[in-house]
């Protein structure tokens, strides 16, 4: 064989996680040099076989392919071989644009057991680029699907991180993670005691850790950002935070370029986890009472009250409450209370009254959750079966393209049948998109009972600061109308208080 083959080899997530990447890779390279040995005449050598092992979703981030790329561009090359086209790229449009016109201007082939692909002829450039943008719509939809797995995951207080937090190991139990207190535990009990009980600063934490020659994780030394850290995380009184840190990725200088900054406190998630505390409830919140009442900034310019803008009387106007004196209960007011006549009421009795209305609608989604239980259930089974068919009808259409290819199917036989595999796969298609909105109605809400949940437990914590309840509330509440009259049929001097609350989402 004078001329250059390449093998390009990579395991995707339509391998499912059953098998290791060697095992698909391995299994891909047996069948492309048998394809190579009866089409050639021989394999190829594995100096010329490029095995992909990341899972990048951008060329940057898949080394091989940046370097099989770079080789047919400066040698010449005949062909890469590999499994199907969606192996080469996986990634959004920029990158299909990329492979196409790398194969297309060096005149190299791609060649599958299926099909060889000429991108220099308009026809096979059509197909391929078919064949590419297929892949990407499954990509995003798998992406999809972990994703709300993962959500779902969190809900049952499984660890979805990929690395421990310090004092646990990551443990596998059934078929999800959780976690496991480890002799790091110790330090970890000690950080907090000596934070609550010695009032021990968290920078002076960190050097008496350093003395002591105790090591964290990943940096050689204790820093006070990362005692402060340990000291605020919930996981160590057994609760799950979830969206602590999103990755956010950027478009920047020609690449994409992935953070984890800390998010806003109001897209957290925290739950009850399945593993054990580390650190008793009552030494927690002793810690979390004492950075409340270290001052930081100016405490004067704080928000004293949890729910300033959320409250509005029934005649339109944002309550407000009154300034604090000591030895009297604080109470919010209508500021157009004399033309109004919704009467006051104390801060204590309306946290009272919101908090039963939120565990009403709480109890109200529980029950949506559990009658509709069956369906919600049945529709990931749907969408698995039509998925299947969905895939049918590829093969199918793959097969249509070889009939065409080698003359059996006219053109017009072709268009005909392609548009009636068209037809039902767009079928199929809205199909599943109305079994993924029955499932994401029960995933949304779960995840709206977490939130209110959350809500309810702000509301109730005293250690909170009135502006850190209020931005937490924000999350959920959308508004509070209120309205107190004294009517003729209640006689006595405090009316009920009635709320209706709108929610966020
Ligand atoms: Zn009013």
């Known amino acids: 064989m004078t001329e250059k083959y390449l093998v390009y080899l990579r395991k995707s997530r339509s391998d499912g996680d059953h098998e290791t990447v060697e095992d698909v890779l391995s299994k891909h390279e047996t069948i492309i040099q048998e394809f190579a040995l009866k089409?050639?005449?021989?394999?190829?050598?594995?100096?010329?076989?490029?095995?992909?092992?990341?899972?990048?979703?951008?060329?940057q981030d898949r080394p091989m392919i940046k370097t099989l790329l770079d080789l047919i561009q400066n040698e010449p090359i005949k062909g890469v071989l590999t499994i199907e086209p969606q192996r080469l790229s996986r990634g959004d449009l920029s990158d299909c644009g990329t492979i196409i016109r790398a194969f297309r201007y060096t005149d190299t082939l791609i060649i599958t057991p299926t099909k060889t692909y000429d991108l220099s002829d308009k026809f096979d450039r059509k197909f391929f680029e078919m064949e590419l943008m297929r892949g990407n719509d499954y990509l995003e939809y798998i992406k999809e699907i972990m994703m709300r797995g993962r959500i779902a995951s969190v809900n049952e207080g499984n660890f979805i991180g990929s690395v421990p937090p310090y004092g646990y190991d990551k443990v596998k139990i059934g078929k999800s993670y959780t976690l496991v207190p480890n002799a790091e535990a110790?330090?970890?009990?000690?950080?907090?005691?000596?934070?609550?009980?010695?009032?021990?600063?968290?920078?002076?934490?960190?050097?008496?850790?350093?003395?002591l020659g105790i090591k964290?994780?990943?940096?050689?030394?204790?820093?006070?950002?990362?005692?402060?850290?340990?000291?605020?995380?919930?996981?160590?009184i057994g609760k799950i935070r979830w969206n602590w840190r999103k990755t956010i990725k950027k478009y920047e200088n020609g690449g994409i370029i992935t953070s984890r900054p800390k998010s806003d406190p109001d897209s957290w998630m925290i739950v009850d986890g399945k593993h054990e505390a580390i650190i008793s409830e009552e030494l927690f919140q002793a810690v979390q009472m004492r950075f409340g009442n270290t001052?930081?900034?100016?405490?004067?310019?704080?928000?004293?009250?949890?729910?300033?803008?959320?409250?509005?009387?029934?005649?339109?106007?944002?309550?407000?409450?009154?300034?604090?004196?000591?030895?009297?209960?604080?109470?919010?007011?209508?500021?157009?209370?004399?033309y109004c006549g919704n009467k006051s009421a104390a801060c204590e009795d309306l946290e009272q009254v919101i908090t039963e209305a939120l565990n009403n609608i709480i109890k109200d989604f529980q029950s949506?959750?559990?009658?509709?239980?069956p369906r919600y259930n049945t529709s990931s089974e749907i969408i698995n079966t039509l998925s299947k068919e969905l895939n049918i009808l590829e093969?199918?259409?793959?097969?249509?393209?070889?009939?065409?290819?080698?003359?059996?199917?006219?053109?017009?036989?072709?268009?005909?049948?392609n548009e009636a595999l068209a037809e039902k796969r767009n079928k199929i298609e809205a199909a599943i998109i109305k079994a993924k909105e029955l499932l994401q109605s029960a995933i949304n809400y779960k995840e709206m009972i977490v939130s209110l949940s959350d809500a309810v437990e702000v509301i109730q914590r005293k250690n909170i600061s009135p502006?850190?309840?209020?931005?937490?509330?924000?999350?959920?509440?959308?508004?509070?109308?209120?309205?107190?009259?004294?009517?003729?049929?209640?006689?006595?001097?405090?009316?009920?208080?009635?709320?209706?609350?709108?929610?966020?989402?």
């Not at 089409?39 to 992909?52: A, L, S, V, W």
């Not at 999350?475 to 006689?491: L, M």
């Open 295 to 338: 001052p930081r900034s100016k405490v004067n310019h704080e928000l004293v009250n949890p729910f300033a803008g959320l409250i509005r009387c029934q005649c339109g106007k944002v309550m407000i409450q009154q300034a604090q004196r000591k030895g009297i209960r604080t109470r919010i007011h209508c500021p157009n209370q004399k």
């Open 467 to 505: 502006k850190r309840k209020n931005i937490l509330l924000k999350s959920v509440i959308k508004e509070i109308t209120y309205s107190r009259k004294k009517d003729d049929s209640c006689k006595s001097y405090d009316p009920p208080i009635f709320i209706s609350v709108s929610l966020i989402f």
């Open 186 to 211: 110790d330090t970890l009990r000690m950080i907090f005691e000596l934070y609550a009980n010695d009032k021990l600063g968290t920078t002076m934490i960190a050097n008496r850790l350093n003395d």
């Open 395 to 417: 093969n199918q259409q793959n097969k249509l393209y070889d009939l065409l290819e080698q003359g059996i199917y006219t053109s017009a036989v072709f268009v005909a049948r």
């Open 368 to 373: 949506k959750l559990s009658e509709n239980k």
């Open 39 to 59: 089409t050639f005449g021989n394999t190829i050598p594995d100096n010329c076989i490029y095995r992909e092992v990341v899972s990048g979703e951008t060329i």
């Open 216 to 236: 964290p994780r990943k940096s050689p030394y204790w820093t006070n950002a990362s005692i402060r850290d340990i000291l605020h995380n919930p996981v160590y």
